[in-house]
T-cell receptor
């Protein structure tokens, strides 16, 4: 079975631009979470979506937004990019939204902002 | 609020030697505890987890971790490491019964196994 997939693998943008990252969860998983991993640090929670509704949001500015589609795939959008947005963006999927269930992580999208 | 502390940013060790990666957490509520491993240029893989029950949990590749509530610790150990264990290891917590799947990660420990 295919795991969590993310696209693109790598991305280079300049300051002020906008970027869209995509995530396809494991088949049957209805919850998608997004994390930002800055070099040398642990991942930080950005959003969780379950059944197309936002379930949680981390401490990130409004420049960050996301949505989940009827097929449970998800997009993360970042507007007005800053140099500090350079990071590995990880997507994780799971079967349920609230009770404990294992999250499976994708390989990530490496975003570089110049 | 919850937080996770991994005091060792890097742990060098020789092959076949034992290793311990330290993790301490802070939380006013009950939490689930996890160790994730990240190999170069890859995503995170769950290594082991503590949800409830026995405080000693084991992985299929020889790692184990012990939940110590009084010391709020969840240290990761392996009696004999291999070159292939070289990776970044992250300790994480999640609020038990929380409204989201949100994981709070430590800053990671690079395990560098030398021949």
């Amino acid at each position: 079975d295919a795991g969590v997939t993310q696209s693109p693998t790598h991305l280079i943008k300049t300051r002020g631009q906008q970027v869209t990252l995509r995530c396809s969860p494991i088949s049957g998983h209805k919850s998608v979470s997004w994390y930002q991993q800055v070099l040398g640090q642990g991942p930080q929670f950005i959003f969780q979506y379950y059944e197309k509704e936002e379930r949680g949001r981390g401490n990130f500015p409004d420049r960050f937004s996301a949505r989940q589609f009827p097929n449970y795939s998800s997009e993360l959008n970042v507007n007005a990019l800053l140099l500090g947005d350079s990071a590995l963006y990880l997507c994780a999927s799971s079967t349920l939204g609230q009770v404990y269930n294992e999250q499976f992580f994708g390989p990530g999208t490496r975003l570089t902002v110049l | 609020a919850q937080s996770v502390t991994q005091l060792d940013s890097q742990v060098p060790v020789f092959e076949e030697a034992p290793v311990e990666l330290r993790c301490n957490y802070s939380s006013s509520v009950s939490v689930y505890l996890f160790w994730y491993v990240q190999y170069p240029n890859q995503g995170l893989q769950l290594l082991l987890k503590y949800l409830s029950g026995s405080t000693l949990v084991e992985s299929i590749n020889g790692f184990e971790a012990e939940f110590n509530k009084s010391q709020t610790s969840f240290h990761l150990r392996k009696p004999s490491v291999h070159i292939s264990d070289t990776a970044e290891y992250f300790c994480a917590v999640r609020v038990e019964g929380g409204a989201t799947n949100k994981l709070i990660f430590g800053t990671g420990t690079l395990l560098a196994v030398q021949p």
